[in-house]
């Protein structure tokens, strides 16, 4: 993709690009009206991230000198607020994204957006092999957990609806690209529903589309993520914080692949696969009303677990050395390990948020150290 990112510091926009911009990509960064104005073939560009929170005036500048000057760019924006959504998409934005992001969910939507502006619908014919980077394996030496990803192997070129289990930040997302990759739908999109992100109407909104006029600033007919999975894999992440007003909606989609979008009374079907995560008891949502149980029943269909590090230790290193390899990649750098004391250090650190935690630690290495050694 050829790339814009819009925002007023160049910390940010080189976080930002940091795993977000892949190196066959082309990208530019400008924070400034008179920047954006001088920077040569902004019609040639893609797509554009613009960060909402520059200060709200001069991004709704930025947005409006974006659309005079190249009205078919579509315009992702970056909010902290879930409420701006329905906000900056009135203003013209073509989608928006809540902060903190998730790289591998922003990447999508990125994509999307540049399919779409070029005309190619979300079903589009799956790239050549090798085209799309693939995710890294997850690793493992424990038997639990060996356990568990047989199971995955085995259920992932079915159509088969998953369940994820597992605390924050054991690698549920992780897997769940890694299944979709090793499906049969896999050179298609996989794209992720953040439940507890948005507001039930909001979000109603973000997974199933809407017409124009359904809602205050709603200007205009709007595929939702239901649409933009299409023939590939939609990706519930944290389920059981779906809005029970949305619950009997999902299950509607699991059994009859059926939809409506917000304000539309004509029915669609969807060629998609579910998956799911949480990090909840949902058998103790179920009992205490807040989960509906034939929901739950429909979901899990088959679960996999995520164990944490504590129970795995002899994880951690392994892991932290596919961790160390895909950030120097990422980071153009040649690093060959790590020294002796940081690997004590790896193994006796408690790691209370899992593979999040550590994955963040060996991405500030990979940038930070000095020379080729951690």
């Given at each position: 993709m050829k790339i814009l990112l819009i925002g007023d510091e160049s910390r940010t926009r080189r976080l930002l690009s940091f795993g977000l911009v892949k190196p066959d990509d082309q990208a530019a960064a400008v924070n400034s009206a008179g920047e954006l104005a001088r920077l040569p073939g902004l019609r040639t560009f893609e797509v554009a991230l613009l960060d909402w929170e520059m200060r709200d005036a001069i991004a709704r500048e930025l947005l409006d000198q974006l659309q005079r000057l190249a009205p078919t760019l579509p315009v992702v924006v970056l909010t902290t607020r879930g409420s701006r959504v329905t906000e900056v998409r009135a203003h013209g934005a073509a989608e928006a994204l809540l902060k903190p992001i998730v790289i591998d969910e922003a990447r999508a939507v990125l994509e999307r957006c540049a399919r779409a502006a070029l005309g190619a619908p979300a079903s589009a014919e799956p790239e050549p092999a090798g085209v799309a980077e693939p995710v890294a394996p997850l690793v493992t030496q424990n038997d639990a957990q060996q356990r568990q990803f047989a199971i995955a192997a085995k259920v992932a070129p079915t159509g088969a609806t998953l369940l994820l289990l597992g605390e924050n930040g054991t690698g549920k997302t992780r897997l769940a690209r890694q299944i979709h990759e090793r499906?049969?739908?896999g050179g298609r999109a996989f794209v992720t529903v953040n439940c507890p992100c948005l507001q039930a109407q909001l979000l109603e909104s973000e997974l199933f589309g809407h017409v124009r006029?359904?809602?205050?600033?709603a200007v205009s007919d709007a595929a939702g993520l239901v649409e933009a999975a299409e023939h590939g894999t939609l990706f519930f992440d944290e389920v059981g914080d779906l809005p029970a007003s949305l619950q009997p909606k999902?299950?509607?989609?699991?059994?009859?692949?059926?939809?409506?979008?917000?304000?539309?009374a004509k029915t669609r079907t969807a060629d998609i696969r579910i998956i799911a995560a949480t990090n909840r008891d949902l058998r103790?949502?179920?009992a205490a009303g807040r989960f509906r149980e034939d929901l739950f029943y429909r979901l899990n269909v088959i679960a996999i677990e995520?164990?944490?590090l504590r129970r795995r230790p002899e994880d951690i290193l392994p892991t932290a050395e596919l961790f160390l390899a895909e950030c120097a990649r990422a980071a153009g750098r040649t690093l060959r390990g790590f020294a002796p004391e940081a690997r004590i250090a790896l193994q006796r650190h408690g790691w209370p948020d899992n593979l999040r935690e550590l994955h963040n630690y060996i991405e500030r290495a990979a940038i930070l150290c000095e020379g080729e050694v951690v």
């Open positions: 499906s049969t739908r006029g359904a809602f205050t600033g999902l299950l509607r989609l699991l059994e009859d692949r059926c939809y409506e979008r917000v304000g539309e103790a949502e179920v995520m164990l944490p």
